[in-house]
């Protein structure tokens, strides 16, 4: 069935290191991929999504890249913020379906 | 335009009760997703809604049912009450579903005794 799989947490980085969280998708057909964070005392939220293959999506500083072929769509930023201290979720939903997949959450500290 | 809102925003239940729970999408929005978020489990996905007709459903029992309003208010519906149904119940609207924006509600929190 389809699944979402992205890297255990907590991850903690310092302010201005690189971010990578992996997530590797399993669906079938061409699903639209996203990323939502949740920040603290916040809702989820809509951080970046693709919707075809080597699409790329972006928002605030983060990028990830829809890849078919590794059926991955890791989120990465170049330098990380104490604000990007929250939970990080990748999704998914197969094309015509209007069901939701989501991965666990994989929670980011960053420290000053 | 205000956000999706839920209500109750807090519950407290006891095993074998039931409980309905209400979500408002934004104004326009005619697709409503409902969610379950627990530690362990993360985000499962319970069904979707648009105009009145439910158009996908996760695996959960029978027990949780929902549905959808002429003016795309959503409930949803747990009967008969576990200990493990205890988690936020989030719900989560759009404009049409599939690979649009879902824009989210800020939970109701259910607690069963």
């Known amino acids: 069935g389809d699944s979402v799989t992205q890297m255990e947490g907590p991850v903690t980085l310092s302010e201005e290191a690189f971010l990578t969280i992996n997530c590797t998708y399993t669906?079938?057909?061409?699903?639209?991929l996203f990323w939502y964070v949740q920040y603290p005392g916040e809702g989820l939220q809509l951080l970046l999504k693709a919707t075809k293959a080597d699409d790329k999506g972006s928002n605030k500083g983060f990028e990830a890249t829809y890849r078919k072929e590794t059926t991955s769509f890791h989120l990465e930023k170049g330098s990380v913020q104490v604000s990007d201290s929250a939970v990080y979720f990748c999704a998914l939903t197969p094309s015509g379906t209007y069901k939701y997949i989501f991965g666990t959450g994989t929670r980011l500290k960053v420290l000053a | 335009k205000a956000g999706v809102t839920q209500t109750p925003r807090y519950l407290i239940k006891t095993r074998g009760q039931q409980v309905t729970l209400s979500c408002s999408p934004i104004?326009?929005?005619?697709?409503v997703s409902w969610y379950q978020q627990t530690p362990g489990q993360g985000l499962q996905f319970l069904f979707e809604y648009f105009s009145e007709t439910q158009r996908n459903k996760g695996n959960f029992p029978g027990r949780f049912s929902g549905r959808q309003f002429s003016n795309s208010r959503s409930e949803m519906n747990v009967s008969t009450l576990e200990l493990g149904d205890s988690a936020l119940y989030l719900c989560?609207?759009?404009?049409?579903?599939?690979?649009?924006?879902?824009?989210f509600g800020p939970g109701t929190r259910l607690l069963v005794l």
């Open positions: 104004s326009g929005h005619r697709s």
């Open positions: 989560a609207s759009s404009l049409s579903g599939g690979e649009e924006t879902q824009y």
């Open positions: 669906a079938t057909g061409y699903p639209s």
